[in-house]
């Protein structure tokens, strides 16, 4: 195993020097310190920090720009209070950081986590282009992933829940009751999460004997491009339903739909995704499929105990649970077929 | 919630016969007390019973033609010991029970855990026409299975290791060692895993460039037709490695190609799933993907424990790791290419 010795070796200088960086000594230069603690992460030393009985820290790492946290109505306040619920109990001290892409470029995630002595972290809301990510790919710090999934690394685990179970139920629901040609919009394909679900749509259409067009689908980063280009595109087909990406998508079409005139759900069901807090107060309220976000966290916690204890969890996934609001219903059509 | 007094004014009988037949009396006949006991769970009281602290008792139901536990050298024994390791030290009485579809036909899932007072169950080695696999899909006793995926019921969880990944890693081995053309060799598709795996097979394939031709897959029930049939028409198509759905198979691969009088690896490479305890022990050892088995079992309770405690968790996958030995290496065709 890596010792002090061993990094004052390679890099030709003494053990008492790599030592005080190691503890965060103030009379060592900040570029020395970077130094030491780059060649400690190099030579694996982080394994043997990791296990020492001090190191009971843990950091929430989240990319403010994809997910809120602060209040209780935000989709990120419960995951990390699942998280704390299980961990501060364990003893574990957690902090929450929040980062940018440019903190993760100014610093490799494995020197950071070194440099504030956090054992393991659980990382939420990054998208496939945030830095960091790269180095979930080789780390050997545990990293705990919400909707994000590293193959091939044993020190990283994914936890979400089973969303070809939540595509399931969506589109079961519309089918018992008689939809048949549905639509899919959700924002852009470039995070793990809307990838999957995009796929997953797909395959649970064509499980249940749906028609499974691609043009069915609609995506965009912009709002705007969803509401104005897509949704008018998949009423014009003639879609009796369509399941949203995420409730906010969802919910902006519940009220584009009315102001162009359609009644809901007669004339159209629509499902969200995610249930967010205001899910329950959208007009009419939102049929969707629920993530349990305290149970995410406390998932997450369990993970990152595990990649700790060298018991090597890759995935996690909760069940999906469909919750029928009044967003969804027969459609006109059928009703018309039953009178 | 479902009282003894629901129970009893539902067959029109007393709430002391009721009581005998939960507390398994011997004053009562067994006809009775299998329509009490069907009744109750029929009414849910499965759920009451489940959360009383008297019910410290898990059971692992092992589907013996399927899968051996009694002895270390058998693939099940590590599984049963890591489950035992978490449990018994938590207070859990853990029972191993064997089963055969005889066994289930005789009587319903739900009403076996209630008769027999487990809280919870492990189940092992099912294939998809088990009997129980039915029940399993309503009912509300947890069940954690290993290697079984129920979608859509809460009270089910699925504990495995992630076989895309493995046969992610399996297929890049190959690949970077040069082989192009790859077979698959594995017994029928009737198991939920086979399935997963042959699908993981044609994935990665395609992932990684290389050809996906359907024909390039072999699976039988019967050994000798994969031996016989399958592996000579894979040779015969050119292949310079073969992947094989288990170990078993890739051992009897091992030797028969050597009866052929093919040189290994430098004819042909081939690698294992599982890494059972024999593949050491292989001529040439054999290159396979390692399931943790000590860690399928831990993750087992764990899962089992969480939908005890409303956690619903629907799967656990930990991360594949390839074990390198030296039943696979550079084709010959290649090395010739560097000469």
Chains 1, 2 share one sequence.
């Not at 998508?249 to 102001?259: E, G, M, S």
């Amino acid at each position: 195993m890596t010792t002090i010795q061993d990094i004052a070796d390679k890099l030709g200088i003494s053990k008492g020097t790599v030592s005080k960086a190691l503890n965060d000594a103030p009379d060592i230069s900040e570029t020395l310190q970077k130094q030491i603690l780059e060649t400690a992460v190099e030579l694996g030393y982080t394994r043997l920090r990791r296990y020492k009985n001090s190191a009971r820290r843990l950091c929430i790492l989240v990319e403010e720009e994809n997910i809120q946290y602060t209040e209780p109505h935000h989709f990120g306040h419960d995951i990390v209070m699942g998280f704390r619920q299980m961990a501060e109990p364990a003893g574990f001290e957690v902090e929450i950081v929040p980062v940018s892409e440019d903190s993760q470029r100014s610093i490799s995630y494995e020197v950071f986590m070194l440099q504030n002595d956090y054992a393991a972290s659980f990382v939420l809301g990054f998208s496939l282009n945030d830095p960091w990510m790269t180095d979930f790919e080789t780390s050997r710090t545990p990293a705990v992933l919400y909707d994000n999934q590293i193959r091939g690394n044993p020190s990283t685990a994914y936890i979400g829940i089973d969303n070809d179970e939540g595509m399931d139920l969506a589109v079961a629901h519309l089918k018992d009751l008689g939809h048949k040609k549905i639509g899919y919009l959700s924002s852009a394909l470039e995070s793990h999460i809307m990838q999957v679900r995009y796929n997953a749509f797909f395959q649970a259409m064509k499980q249940h004997g749906l028609d499974t067009d691609p043009s069915l689908a609609g995506c965009s980063f912009f709002m705007y491009e969803c509401m104005e280009k897509h949704l008018p595109r998949l009423l014009d087909m003639g879609v009796t339903a369509l399941i949203c990406g995420q409730d906010t998508i969802a919910n902006a079409a519940l009220v584009q739909c009315q102001q162009l005139g359609y009644k809901l759900p007669r004339d159209l069901s629509i499902i969200g995704f995610d249930d967010l807090p205001i899910s329950p107060y959208t007009s009419p309220p939102l049929t969707t499929i629920r993530q349990d976000r305290i149970n995410i966290g406390k998932c997450g916690y369990y993970a990152a105990t595990s990649l700790l204890n060298g018991v090597s969890i890759g995935t996690i996934l909760l069940h999906a649970q469909l919750i029928v609001r009044n967003s969804t219903g027969v459609p006109a059509c059928k009703k018309a077929d039953i009178i």
